[in-house]
Nanobody, 120 residues
């Protein structure tokens, strides 16, 4: 059974940094994309960033390019999200996700989420 467990959320002032981590287990993720989505109160869940587990190619939403960096550790089966220059609009619950290319969103594997709050 696939499990994704996030850690590292918290409260930070605008301009600060946080690092989120996602520990993945339950299968081999070699052909998967791993990534992060976020959902702010009253808004739809939105894509933040993803990484191809095999090739390491990365993808970012325009709103976080240049500020956020996704990385993976194949040996530890973890995916990290380094968030710098945080803004109040980054406040949301951040979810780790895993899926093969072309998988519908409703069939993604999801973590339980971790709260990130950025104060102004």
């Amino acid at each position: 059974q696939v499990q994704l467990v996030e850690s590292g959320g918290g409260l930070v002032q605008a301009g600060g940094s946080l690092r989120l981590s996602c520990a993945a287990s339950g299968r081999t993720f070699s052909s998967y994309f791993m990534g992060w989505f976020r959902q702010a109160p009253g808004k739809e869940r939105e894509f933040v960033t993803a990484i191809n587990w095999n090739e390491g190619s990365t993808y970012y939403a325009d709103s976080v390019k240049g500020r956020f960096t996704i990385s993976r550790d194949n040996a530890k089966n973890t995916v990290d999200l380094q968030m710098n220059s945080l803004k109040p609009e980054d406040t949301a619950i951040y979810y780790c996700a895993a899926a093969m290319a072309g998988t519908p969103l409703e069939h993604y594997y999801w973590g339980q989420g971790t709260q990130v709050t950025v104060s102004s």
